[in-house]
Structures are given as structure tokens and as C-alpha cells.
T-cell receptor, first 118, second 112 residues
Framework: DAGVIQSPRHEVTEMGQEVTLRCKPISGHDYLFWYRQTMMRGLELLIY????????DSGMPEDRFSAKMPNASFSTLKIQPSEPRDSAVYFCASSLGGHGYEKHTEAFFGQGTRLTVV | RKEVEQDPGPFNVPEGATVAFNCTYS??????FFWYRQDCRKEPKLLMSVYSSGNEDGRFTAQLNRASQYISLLIRDSKLSDSATYLCVVNLRSGGSYIPTFGRGTSLIVHP
């Protein structure tokens, strides 16, 4: 398996533009997570999906952020309109969850998208 | 209070030294625990899982104290290549799921 694949690796955009980040999780994994990493706040969970269904988006900073998972092999994180304070590294991760209260496996990360909004 | 707390460091140690990192978590219902390593401008990668009985992988030893809600990582005989940020990860219970929640990371610099 190629692991979690994210695109693009780098994105530089102007304030006000729409940005779309893409993620392909590991085949068979039923959990997908979007994280944002900054020097100030570390790794923050934005949203996660279970079996393609968004479960908790309480970490999404504002309505400008939205995420979708139309099928088990693809997810997007969209920022519209983008602002300079959105500049960060955005990671997608996937894991295999158990059923009920069983523990998850570890999360596997993509290489991240480094976003710069100028 | 953050759910997972770590000393950010940096820890600056000479080659061959032994160094220990600590981590505390706030949710007693947490189930799974991990240490990840993150190199500069790279993604976090699993270093090792942490089991209740403690576990060792070569020069690395992880310990879990559920009563104190405390996790540790010990690195013996440090190598230059151990320089990285070490992230404590706790799978926190959320409904029927367990969500990987990360500490801020502890920076380690190993010098000659």
C-alpha cells in the first residue's frame, strides 16, 4: 500500500482565494482525520470521518472551512475564502477502528500540505 | 487544561546520553497510547505503542501509569539520528470512537 496520499504538497495562494486539499486514505481504513499543525498550537484535530460520515467537526475553526468524504478512498478539505492566518501544514491521517469500545490502531499520516496564504 | 501535555523542551544532550520524556493526559477513559516521532518538515510517524506493562524496543522504553495518567519515553545511548520532535498520543474516547489526540511534542537535539 502506498500509504496516505495528500495533494498538493505545497500551496501558495492569495488571500480570498478558495483552497482545496485532497486526501486518499489507506485502503480498508474506516477512520479519516484532518489535522492542522502550527508552531503556536501544535497538531489540532479539525474533523474526522467514520465510514465516510463526518462525526465531529467541532475543531473546524470557522464556516470558511468545510470537509467532505464522498467515498471511502477520497476526502477534501476546502477553505473559502482563505486568510493569511490559515497558513499551516494540513495533515490527513487514517486508521482502522474497532467496533463499539474497542481501541483503534495507530493513525497513519500523509506527507501533509504546506499552505501559505499571502 | 490541554488534554495531553508534554514538556516542549528542547532537550539538548550529547551522544550516548540517556534522556526521558514525560506526558500526562486528562481523560481517564483513554484506551490506547503511542509515541510518534516527527522530523523537521515531515509527517508524524509511529515510534512505538505504549502498553500497560511497559515495553521496550531496542534503545527505547515506554511506560504507562494509568493511576497517575502518565506516560514516559526513555531513550538510552542517544544517537545523532534521534534528533527530532517526539509526540505523545492518546486515543481519547469520544462517543463510540477513540480519537488520536496529540501533545505539543518534545524537541530533542543530540549533539556530537
Amino acid at each position: 500500500d502506498a500509504g496516505v496520499i495528500q495533494s498538493p504538497r505545497h500551496e501558495v495562494t492569495e488571500m480570498g482565494q478558495e483552497v482545496t486539499l485532497r486526501c486518499k486514505p489507506i485502503s480498508g481504513h474506516d477512520y479519516l482525520f484532518w489535522y492542522r499543525q502550527t508552531m503556536m498550537r501544535g497538531l489540532e484535530l479539525l474533523i474526522y470521518f467514520n465510514n465516510n460520515v463526518p462525526i465531529d467537526d467541532s475543531g473546524m475553526p470557522e464556516d470558511r472551512f468545510s470537509a467532505k468524504m464522498p467515498n471511502a478512498s477520497f476526502s477534501t478539505l476546502k477553505i473559502q475564502p482563505s486568510e493569511p492566518r490559515d497558513s499551516a501544514v494540513y495533515f490527513c491521517a487514517s486508521s482502522l477502528g474497532g467496533h463499539g469500545y474497542e481501541k483503534h490502531t495507530e493513525a497513519f499520516f500523509g506527507q501533509g500540505t504546506r499552505l501559505t496564504v499571502v | 487544561r490541554k488534554e495531553v501535555e508534554q514538556d516542549p523542551g528542547p532537550f539538548n544532550v550529547p551522544e550516548g546520553a540517556t534522556v526521558a520524556f514525560n506526558c500526562t493526559y486528562s481523560n481517564s477513559a483513554s484506551q490506547s497510547f503511542f509515541w510518534y516521532r516527527q522530523d523537521c518538515r515531515k509527517e508524524p510517524k509511529l515510534l512505538m505503542s505504549v502498553y500497560s506493562s511497559g515495553n521496550e524496543d531496542g534503545r527505547f522504553t515506554a511506560q504507562l501509569n494509568r493511576a497517575s495518567q502518565y506516560i514516559s519515553l526513555l531513550i538510552r545511548d542517544s544517537k545523532l539520528s534521534d534528533s527530532a520532535t517526539y509526540l505523545c498520543v492518546v486515543n481519547l474516547r469520544s462517543g463510540g470512537s477513540y480519537i488520536p489526540t496529540f501533545g505539543r511534542g518534545t524537541s530533542l537535539i543530540v549533539h556530537p
